[in-house]
C-alpha cells in the first residue's frame, strides 16, 4: 500500500495585524472529516520537492509560489498501487468539494493551488501532480484582507458533512449554484464575468423557468425574505477593526444588484453613476457602487447556500419543482408578490 496525500493552499491564518484574535494554531492539524484536516504543510516540503520542476516549465515565481506554501487542506489517503488513478480522483474530487465549502465561509486569495503526490517515512511529499501557479487571484475589496479564523474552520468542520451531502446527491439546483459560486470566484480578470455568474448562482437558487417563479421581482423578494432584509452584507470581522465599520443591508443594494445584472446581460452602458458614486471607504480608497455591489452578491450567494446547509434545506432546493413548492408556501410567487407590491401587470425580465 502507498500512502498518499492531496493537498489544497490555504492563503494564511489569521495574525495579530489583521486580527484582534488569531487563529489558534495550537489545534493544528484541526480535523475536517475523516481522513481530511487543516494542517501545516511547511514540514512536508524541503529543498528538493520541487527541484524536478525547472524554469522550462515554471517562472521562478511560480516556483517559488509553490515553495511558500504553508497551510493546506491536506486528504492523506491508501492505494493498492492497481486503482491509484481513480483513488486520486475521488481524493481529487473530495478536497476541491471541501475547498469550494470553505469558500463558501471564508472566501480567500490565491496564490498555489491543488497537489498530489507520494508520502515518505519521514513525513514529507514526493509532488508528483500540480495545477499551476496563479501567482495571485484577486477576490472583492472587503475579502482582500480575508484569512482563516478558528471560527471558520470549526464551521468548516460542522457544515462538510451536509454540504458533500449536497454535492454528491441529487441537488442539483443546489449544486449549479455552487459550480456558478466556485467559476465566479476564478473570473477576477473580467469582473463582468464574475458578477454575472455570481448572478446565476442567486437565479439557480431562487428561480426557476416557470411564469409564477421567474424574473427579477421574484428573485429580490425571495433573497429578502430568506436572508432578512436588513441583513448587512458586512458580517461582524469582515472589515477590520481598524478600518471605518461599514452597514449596508440587502435590501438597500438589491434593487442596483439586479440592475446591473440586467444592463450586463442585455448590453447596455452601465450609467456612470456606477462607477463615480463612492458608498464606503476600502484598503486602497473610496469604493464605488459597482465595488460594494460585487461583495454583496458575493455575500448574498454564500449566505444563501451556507442557510441551506445549515438549516437542512437541500430536498427544497433539488430541482425546480421542490423550489417552486417552497416558496409557493412561503407565498412568494410573482402573482403573489406583484398583489403585495401592488405592481403593474408586465412581462418579467
Not at 496563479?134 to 477576490?139: P, S
Not at 482582500?144 to 441529487?170: H, I, Q, T
Not at 463615480?276 to 480608497?285: E, W
Request: glycine share 4%.
Amino acid at each position: 500500500m502507498v500512502m498518499k496525500a492531496t493537498l489544497y493552499p490555504i492563503y494564511w491564518l489569521a495574525d495579530t495585524i489583521t486580527y484582534d484574535v488569531p487563529f489558534n494554531r495550537g489545534v493544528l492539524p484541526f480535523q475536517i472529516i475523516d481522513e481530511v484536516a487543516i494542517e501545516d504543510v511547511s514540514p512536508m516540503f524541503n529543498d528538493g520537492t520541487f527541484a524536478w520542476v525547472t524554469n522550462e516549465y515554471l517562472s521562478t515565481n511560480d516556483l517559488k509560489d509553490l515553495r511558500a506554501v504553508r497551510y493546506a487542506l491536506v486528504h492523506r489517503y491508501e492505494t493498492d498501487g492497481v486503482h491509484d488513478g481513480e483513488a486520486d480522483d475521488v481524493s481529487e474530487k473530495l478536497v476541491k468539494n471541501l475547498v469550494a465549502c470553505l469558500r463558501l465561509i471564508r472566501p480567500m486569495r490565491q496564490r498555489a493551488l491543488l497537489m498530489r503526490g507520494d508520502m515518505n517515512a519521514d513525513g514529507t511529499i514526493n509532488v508528483r501532480h500540480f495545477v499551476h501557479p496563479i501567482n495571485l487571484l484577486e477576490v472583492p475589496e472587503v475579502q482582500k484582507l480575508f484569512m482563516l479564523r478558528d471560527c471558520d474552520a470549526e464551521m468548516l468542520r460542522e457544515v462538510s458533512p451536509e454540504f458533500l451531502r449536497g454535492m454528491n446527491g441529487e441537488f442539483w439546483k443546489f449544486r449549479m449554484a455552487v459550480e456558478f459560486h466556485e467559476a465566479g470566484h476564478f473570473q477576477d480578470l473580467y469582473w463582468k464575468a464574475r458578477y454575472l455568474l455570481w448572478c446565476s448562482a442567486l437565479e439557480s437558487i431562487y428561480t426557476s423557468n416557470d411564469s409564477e417563479h421567474r424574473g427579477s421581482p421574484v428573485a429580490k423578494e425571495r433573497i429578502k425574505w430568506f436572508l432578512g432584509d436588513n441583513t448587512s452584507i458586512y458580517e461582524t470581522g469582515d472589515i477590520p477593526s481598524f478600518m471605518q465599520q461599514k452597514i449596508i443591508t440587502i435590501s438597500q443594494i438589491i434593487d442596483d444588484v439586479y440592475r446591473v445584472r440586467n444592463f450586463i446581460a442585455h448590453g447596455d452602458r452601465i450609467p456612470d453613476e456606477y462607477f463615480q458614486r463612492t458608498l464606503h471607504s476600502g484598503l486602497n480608497g473610496g469604493l464605488n457602487v459597482l465595488q460594494v455591489l460585487l461583495e454583496g452578491v458575493s455575500f448574498i450567494v454564500r449566505k444563501s447556500l451556507l442557510r441551506i446547509i445549515q438549516d437542512e434545506l437541500l430536498n427544497h432546493f433539488a430541482n425546480p419543482e421542490a423550489a417552486e413548492i417552497y416558496f409557493a408556501d412561503a407565498d412568494l410567487t410573482l402573482s403573489r408578490i406583484r398583489a403585495r407590491l401592488r405592481q403593474p401587470e408586465v412581462d418579467a425580465e
